[in-house]
Each structure stands twice: as structure tokens, then as C-alpha cells.
């Protein structure tokens, strides 16, 4: 079992920055891929990011690609998402989630936070 909880989310205006963090702990974080995901309301669940377990394979979704950075430091059993530019659409609840495999499936993930609340306003 993994345990992943989620924190970092808040309040931006439109072209500004949060990091979001997921805290991992229970079994050996270092032997999970690492996703993010958002959710908007009304809306399916969609794949943002994900890392490979040393981070060599990094992915990103086309809408996010230039302005989200992920990252993972498995000496603090931690992921983190570096969200620069925001935009008013970015606004949703952002999941992280392991993974055995990186994958933008969301079916591939084992393990999920509660998520964090994100709001971009305009």
C-alpha cells in the first residue's frame, strides 16, 4: 500500500504560479512511477504529468507542456508539480497517483490522494 496526500493548492490569478506537493508513504516510493491529474467539475479525470521512477522518462499533456514542471525527490518520498502561467481552464482538483508503469491512463494508477483544490482566477 501507498499513501499519497496531496497539498500546495489554493488561489492564483491568471499568469501565476503554484507547486503543488504529493507526500508519499507505506511502501517504497522510489518503485512507483509518478502521475498527476486533474479534475474539473462536469469533467472526466485527465492525465497532466508523469515521471518515471528516477525521473529519466518525464510526459506531459499538450495543454500543459511549457508552462508545468513535474519533479519527484525520493529521498523526501516525495512529487511535485511547479505550475507557472496559469490559466482560468487549469482550474480543477489535481490527483497524484502511482503507478507501476508511466502511463497517461489513468486505469494504470494503483494508488490516489484526495486531491487538492486549484482555482485560477481570470
Known amino acids: 500500500q501507498v499513501q499519497l496526500v496531496e497539498s500546495g493548492g489554493g488561489l492564483a490569478q491568471a499568469g501565476g504560479s503554484l507547486r503543488l506537493s504529493c507526500a508519499a508513504s507505506g511502501r517504497a516510493f522510489s518503485g512507483y512511477c509518478m502521475g498527476w491529474f486533474r479534475q474539473a467539475p462536469g469533467k472526466e479525470r485527465e492525465f497532466v504529468a508523469a515521471i518515471s521512477r528516477t525521473a529519466i522518462v518525464i510526459d506531459y499533456a499538450d495543454s500543459v507542456k511549457g508552462r508545468f514542471t513535474i519533479s519527484r525527490d525520493n529521498a523526501k518520498n516525495t512529487v511535485y508539480l511547479q505550475m507557472n502561467s496559469l490559466k482560468p481552464e487549469d482550474t480543477a482538483v489535481y490527483y497524484c497517483?502511482?503507478?507501476?508503469?508511466?502511463?497517461?491512463?489513468?486505469?494504470?494508477?494503483?494508488?490516489w490522494g484526495q486531491g487538492t483544490q486549484v482555482t485560477v482566477s481570470s
Open positions: 497517483a502511482a503507478s507501476s508503469v508511466i502511463s497517461r491512463a489513468k486505469e494504470q494508477y494503483d494508488y
